[in-house]
């Protein structure tokens, strides 16, 4: 229903050598542009995998859809997965199948449309990311922006309601990284969905997104408006935001 939490993490533990996570507890709501920034080695991706079900917590919750994501078996699992949709860090294209071939997986994995409807839609997705007539091309055949593009069409060709994008526009020049989030904006007008951020570009992801946090240390430092964060009372997410040489970091 409208304002229901998509993603909920209530004190949330995990370690592997070391200490990652420490009790962090965030709410995305539905149909939120909600973006997560923190140093390097911070917990971001750690969290991201937790809410794929890729990694379970040593302690606390996290659900997904109103789901408990580490109390599902393979099958439940399976159900959650195919409501998100993921953008990589590196993209992650199949190298071996074409451009055509790889935003049409997610379809030919989740759904049982015919190759006629498949074909369909992956034209439109790649129409609307600026690729029509890249659709016989391999993605050593792109250039970055293309690629990401590509990969962005993948994520969101079945129409998840949840969308996670993992550094969407990392090693992207400034003109490609402003289209980027463009394109991010209007999908997600336009779908509705839910969109998960995670990002290094602080001041490009405020632009899109309405909610931020930063995690630092295992630990979640600022959680609200992205318009306020530069002037968070927090010393350490000042001083990250503003990219600041001078504080705690």
Not at 29 to 42: E, F, K, M, T, Y
Not at 228 to 241: K, L, N, S
């Amino acid at each position: 229903m409208p304002g229901a939490r998509v993603i909920q993490l209530r004190d949330v533990f995990k370690s592997f050598d070391r200490p990652v996570l420490h009790g962090v507890s965030l709410e995305v709501p539905r149909g939120a542009a909600w973006g997560l920034i923190g140093p390097g080695a911070s917990g971001k991706s750690v969290l991201l995998k937790l809410v794929c079900g890729l990694l379970r917590p040593d302690a606390g919750a996290v659900e997904v859809a109103g789901r408990d994501v580490a109390a599902l078996d393979d099958d439940g699992l399976a159900s959650v997965r195919a409501r998100i949709g993921m953008l990589f860090q590196q993209n992650a294209l199949f190298d071996f199948m074409t451009v055509h071939e790889n935003v049409a997986f997610p379809l030919r994995r989740t759904t049982t449309l015919p190759d006629d409807e498949i074909h369909r839609r992956v034209r439109e997705r790649l129409r609307a990311v600026g690729l029509a007539g890249s659709e016989e091309k391999f993605p050593s055949q792109l250039s970055g922006g293309m690629r990401k593009r590509c990969a962005i069409a993948r994520a969101s060709v079945a129409r998840p309601e949840l969308v996670i994008y993992d550094e969407p526009t990392a090693g992207l020049d400034p003109v490609t990284t402003s289209r980027i989030y463009d394109l991010l904006r209007a999908d997600q007008q336009e779908t509705g969905a839910t969109v998960l951020v995670v990002s290094s570009d602080v001041d490009g992801l405020r632009g899109f997104v309405t909610r931020m946090a930063m995690i630092h240390q295992g630990r979640i430092r600022y959680d609200g408006e992205a318009a306020g964060i530069e002037d968070a009372a927090d010393p350490v997410v000042r001083q990250f935001v503003r990219g600041e040489l001078e504080g705690p970091l």
